[in-house]
């Protein structure tokens, strides 16, 4: 008892000090641990009672990044399934999911877990708010492989059960349909599934914890439109293709089992039904090297059949249960040096575009799971330290910096890509070292007569999101892939900061000015689920899964 009354003395002596700093944390808790004869303070216990608008409660954060680009990422893995690759860079190991390694943080969660989706989501929202952040905007993002080879009936009710886990987080538990344990159940059939999914989407729409984007993760050679509409009944709004390189050569020796001519087709599709794309790339893969590697980044945005959203890279390791490590002890295969590596991001980054953003440039696996190839966990900060010039969307997105109405201007990329026109709508500060929004309009259309910006004239029956979305008579439809806010998450309602001071709203205006000009009569978002509140505000209605507008 004694011990409980001097740490809550301890933590409220520390709240009365000013703290501008970590050093100053560090030495106001050593200083309040030897006066009350404690071990000094976790920065958890002291979170709960800062005030959450003060200095110090960002101070306390850990990890305050995970929230700075406006939402909350929590990561689920599905169970084990057979994967339908033989690739020759995947690890295989026993009750983890193929390319997973047992001892990734990730993939530890979900085993603690026993992979079920319900305990791991309620299990990162409790993690990130002991750790200072205020998770109530929510990316899902489903790992574990290609998710289209998973078991229908699996799907919807991995898919259900996350959005009932967030529903329920911190409140009430609604047994309507009794989900959580029901996927072996013969007699709970997949329209049953189906019901509890529409349920909970549209509890999650007013819940706390709401999720605003769902990611999958596939194989380029899987992605099809049944899979797509799919895909949008779940609340998909971005899908990270398997690419790692686009070279047919390359692909074919890493026994790929797909082409170029496959990544370029699903992410056609995959962009004509609104969705946002990320590409997992493998600098370092058997039968390459970094000339060519360089060469196939460069073709990513030179060439209109690619053009990614997003990046992740993933230089080659080797780790043990694969064939590369067979090939490697064999002396067949030598990865990259820390040198060349590190030359070879440096000489990548500096081509990416303003309109993309590089997620990852390592995966997160063990440095002790790693046989040979990189084991730096900082690269990124390598190339910070190097002060290597980077415009992609990360390295300017605005972070916790102050956000003024009169210090800031649109402007827009428009780019071709994958048969469709795309404008890149960003908000920026003035002299453009910062980048507060965007907005991704697509228009994929064909024109009856007429170019870009002159005569647009589309065909109805062209839309590119059949049967979902249906153009009128004089006009077509427009397509906003992703509308995005940085800065600090701030919840609904919350103090106003970059987020919620009304620059969405008009990164939306400008979306459907331009659709105006160019002859569309409808424009329609693939908003997530948790976000569709935010558009009925601007006068969208839904329709067949996407937020929809007569202009």
């Known amino acids: 008892m004694k011990k409980a009354i001097k740490n809550i003395s301890a933590i409220k002596e ?50 305050a990044v995970r929230t700075l680009s406006g939402i909350a990422p929590v990561a689920v893995l599905t169970k084990p399934y057979p994967c339908p690759g033989k690739c020759v860079f995947c690890p295989t190991e026993k009750d983890v999911p193929k390319s997973y390694l047992s001892n990734e943080p990730a993939v530890m969660r979900a085993i603690r877990n026993k992979y079920n989706p319900y305990k791991q989501v309620q299990m990162r ?45 911190g409140g009430k538990i609604n047994d309507k349909f009794q989900i959580t344990n029901q996927v072996q159940n013969p007699k709970f059939k997949i329209q049953n599934f189906y019901k509890a999914l529409l349920f909970e989407q549209k509890k999650n729409e007013k819940a706390k914890y709401k999720i605003i984007g769902l990611t ?20 998909c709004t971005r899908v990270e293709l398997g690419v790692q390189a686009t070279d047919d050569k390359i692909l074919k020796l890493n026994k790929r089992g797909h082409g170029a001519k496959e990544i370029s ?123 290597v010039k980077c415009r992609c969307i990360r390295c300017r997105e605005a972070k916790n910096k102050k956000f003024s109405i009169f210090n800031f201007q649109f402007s827009i990329i428009e780019y071709k890509a994958s048969g469709g026109k795309e404008y890149f709508i960003q908000a920026e500060s003035k002299d453009g070292k910062t980048l507060y929004g965007f907005c991704r309009l697509r228009l994929t259309a064909p024109l009856i007569r007429g170019g870009w910006g002159v005569i ?28 995005h806010v940085y800065g600090e998450l701030v919840p609904i309602g919350g103090k106003k900061k970059v987020q919620h001071a009304g620059l969405g709203k008009m990164l939306m205006a400008e979306a459907e000015k331009i659709a105006r000009v160019e002859g569309l009569k409808k424009i329609a978002v693939i908003a997530g689920v948790g976000v569709r509140g935010y558009y009925r505000k601007l006068g969208y209605k839904l329709e067949n899964t996407y937020m929809v507008k007569e202009l």
Not at 328 to 341: A, H, R, T
Not at 462 to 479: D, N, R
């Open 456 to 483: 647009n004239i589309f065909r109805n029956e062209q839309s590119p999101l059949p049967p979902f979305i249906k153009g009128v008579k004089t006009g077509g439809v427009a397509l906003i892939r992703e509308l």
């Open 14 to 63: 520390l709240l009365a000090k000013k703290i501008n700093s970590p050093a100053d944390l560090m030495r106001a808790k050593r200083e309040v641990a030897k006066k009350y004869g404690i071990k000094i303070l976790r920065n958890s216990d002291i979170l709960k009672k800062a005030d959450k608008n003060s200095e110090l409660y960002k101070i306390l954060r850990k990890r």
């Open 125 to 169: 929202l409790k993690a990130l708010e002991a750790n200072g952040h205020n998770p109530t905007k929510i990316e899902l993002i489903v790992i574990g492989g290609t998710w289209s080879v998973l078991p229908k009936k699996y799907k919807f009710w991995f898919i259900a059960s996350c959005f009932k886990a967030a529903n329920e987080y």
């Open 265 to 387: 087709a699903a992410t056609k599709l995959l962009k004509d039904f609104g969705f946002k794309i990320t590409y997992h790339i493998m600098p370092g893969l058997p039968g390459s090297t970094a000339k060519k590697d360089l060469i196939m980044f460069k073709s990513l945005f030179k060439n209109e059949k690619f053009q990614p959203d997003q990046i992740k890279f993933y230089p080659t390791v080797v780790t043990k249960g694969s064939l590369l490590y067979e090939w490697w002890k064999k002396k067949k295969y030598k990865p990259y040096s820390d040198k060349v590596l590190q030359k070879l991001i440096i000489d990548c980054k500096k081509v990416v575009p303003e309109y993309v953003r590089i997620i990852r440039l390592i995966r997160d696996i063990p440095a002790e799971s790693i046989e040979a190839g990189n084991i730096i966990t900082n690269l990124r900060q390598i190339m910070q330290d190097k002060r």
């Open 216 to 235: 999958l993760e596939t194989r380029p050679d899987y992605v099809n439109e049944k899979e797509v509409l799919e895909m949008r009944e779940l609340g």
